[in-house]
């Protein structure tokens, strides 16, 4: 019964590769989010989604195309991975009519080596 | 646009004792705030929010906070804490407006409960 889930917890891999993370809720929420921790655990947002739309596109470098095939899911794909793109991220999600109380994943740890 | 500043990265305590983790903001416009808590290896969780009415606000776990509109302050209190607190909490501030906004997350404060 885990609210928001994502998958892998930990992704290792080289500079250079493609990956993505996989982000599943069942809250029948409307609006999901991904959310970047660096080591110094700072968190920010990266882009979120309502009802499939784009609706927050922070300045991520463009190698990062999120999708989200329906409401219940929103992927990160990374293109070209960097030392840099190493961090924790974050799926969220939230009703947009209160879009405050946000419903955290357990993050995935990446890594690139 | 808005920041959060969390004024320390770290604060040990005993088992019992009383703590508060400070929170400053700066913003333009009139904002909602929050705290969220992070355990070890776990996604955020929200603590409590403020978006309006009284200035002093009750959230799970025994924590409380205090809306201070003066001092641009929300901090975070709880007058005993357990082993179980120890996690990582964050202040995050928002516009009050309609629709969507950023929520915009401090650096967060390592809460470390001595037994």
């Known amino acids: 019964d885990t609210a928001v889930s994502q998958t892998p917890k930990y992704l290792v891999t080289q500079m250079g590769n493609d990956k993505s993370i996989k982000c599943e809720q069942n809250l029948g929420h409307d609006t999901m989010y991904w959310y970047k921790q660096d080591s110094k655990k700072f968190l920010k947002i990266m882009f979120s989604?309502?009802?499939?739309?784009?609706?927050i596109n922070e300045t991520v470098p463009n190698r990062f195309s999120p999708k989200s095939p329906d409401k219940a899911h929103l992927n990160l794909h990374i293109n070209s991975l960097e030392l840099g793109d190493s961090a924790v991220y974050f799926c969220?999600?939230?009703?947009?009519?209160?879009?405050?109380?946000?419903?955290f994943g357990p993050g995935t740890r990446l890594t690139v080596t | 646009a808005q920041s959060v500043t969390q004024l320390d990265s770290q604060v040990p305590v005993f088992e019992e004792a009383p703590v508060e983790l400070r929170c400053n903001y700066s913003s333009s416009v009139s904002v909602y705030l929050f705290w969220y808590v992070q355990y070890p290896n776990q996604g955020l969780q929200l603590l409590l929010k403020?978006?309006?009415?009284?200035?002093l606000v009750k959230g799970i776990n025994g924590f409380e906070a205090e809306f201070n509109k003066s001092q641009t302050s929300f901090h975070l209190r709880k007058p005993s804490v357990h082993i179980s607190d120890t996690a990582e909490y964050f202040c995050a501030v928002s516009p009050s407006k309609r629709g969507y906004q950023k929520v915009t997350f401090g650096t967060g404060t390592k809460l470390q409960v001595i037994p």
């Open positions: 969220a999600s939230s009703q947009v009519r209160d879009p405050y109380e946000q419903y």
């Open positions: 403020y978006l309006s009415g009284s200035t």
């Open positions: 989604y309502n009802n499939k739309e784009l609706i």
